[in-house]
């Protein structure tokens, strides 16, 4: 019954390949969100999707793609990966209407923690 | 820029005791929120005060507000050493459009 659920938990991989996290919400919430989460533990938002339109994307080098297929799921697909890139990767999801701003409590998946070699 | 400023970062109290960690942040916001982190797990949202609101309660926790001097508190009461765990503000900016920012965390340790 995990309300947020990304795959894979851990990823371990080379510098200069491509990858993608997967993340799927079954609280029937219209908005999900992409944020990278340091070594030092800072939270940094990197994308909203609501109802599977891009609402935010917070200067995000391109090589970072989300995908959402409907409003259960948003994909991260990261390109080219670079060292800077390990970090661990929360997906979340809330009710918050569309041009709106976040005032509902977000949920959020365990995490993937990627590292790169 | 950051929004968030947690203080303490890093907190350790014994069973009992009251926990108190604070948040100051820097824009006009809509709302703040205040997110619990376990080791190795997602954010778990514990309470969330409105701009117009100074106070607010949940179980063991108290969530003041102060907008006038852009600062939020966090108080746990009671603690216990199931509260241990990273605490983290976060705040919306009242702009549409906007999501959550995180401060760095305060670093909560309870022993036994």
């Known amino acids: 019954d995990t309300a947020v659920s990304q795959t894979p938990k851990y990823l371990v991989t080379q510098m200069g390949n491509d990858k993608s996290i997967k993340c799927e919400q079954n609280l029937g919430h219209d908005t999900m969100y992409w944020y990278k989460q340091d070594s030092k533990k800072f939270l940094k938002i990197m994308f909203s999707?609501?109802?599977?339109?891009?609402?935010i994307n917070e200067t995000v080098p391109n090589r970072f793609s989300p995908k959402s297929p409907d409003k259960a799921h948003l994909n991260l697909h990261i390109n080219s990966l670079e060292l800077g890139d390990s970090a661990v990767y929360f997906c979340a999801s809330s009710q918050d209407p569309t041009g709106g701003y976040s005032n509902q409590p977000q949920h959020f998946g365990d995490g993937t923690r990627l590292s790169i070699l | 820029s950051q929004q968030g400023e947690e203080d303490p970062q890093a907190l350790s109290i014994q069973e009992g005791e009251n926990a108190t960690m604070n948040c100051s942040y820097k824009t006009s916001i809509n709302n703040l929120q205040w997110y619990r982190q376990n080791s190795g797990r997602g954010l778990v949202h514990l309470i969330l005060?409105?701009?117009?609101?100074r106070e607010k309660h949940s179980g063991r926790l108290r969530v003041t507000l102060d907008t006038s001097k852009k600062s939020s508190s966090l108080l746990i009461t009671a603690s216990r050493a199931a509260d241990t765990a990273s605490y983290f503000c976060a705040t919306v900016r009242n702009q549409a459009g906007t999501a959550l920012i995180f401060g760095k965390g305060t670093t909560l340790s309870v022993s036994s």
């Open positions: 999707y609501n109802n599977k339109e891009l609402i």
């Open positions: 005060i409105r701009s117009n609101e």
